[in-house]
């Protein structure tokens, strides 16, 4: 899984270079039949908090923290190992003024892994 994480953007000239540079993304990965899923996320102003504590289900508008940096999207791929999902992941055009968390997903029988 690689995560994206970067901070809020304006719509720009610079957005839609980078919007660009994620498709070719998007090509190269579905080319190599490596692209799984992937997904921008609604700005961080959209989200919304859900904890359970003593039975209780508390509900907050907003992210978890306040960072410079949330969750984006992500993509999840097909990955040959840790440096392979690297490789890809210095290739998501965040990583040049965010950050990529390269994650890998846990293998389990009932999720067909």
């Known amino acids: 899984m690689l995560l994206i994480y970067a901070g809020e953007r304006e719509a720009d000239a610079d957005r839609q270079s980078e919007l660009e540079r994620y498709l070719l993304l998007n090509r190269d990965l579905r080319a190599e039949g490596r692209l799984l899923a992937g997904e921008e996320l609604q700005p961080v102003s959209t989200a919304t908090t859900v904890r359970v504590r003593d039975g209780d289900t508390l509900i907050a ?13 992500f993509y999840l791929i097909e990955a040959d190992s840790l440096d392979d999902a690297i490789d890809w992941a210095a290739r998501v055009p965040a990583a040049h003024d965010g950050t990529i968390e390269v994650r890998p997903v846990v293998s389990r029988p009932e999720n067909g892994a």
């Not at 907003?62 to 999207?73: Q, V």
């Open 61 to 73: 508008d907003g992210p978890f923290a306040e960072t410079k940096e949330a969750l984006d999207g």
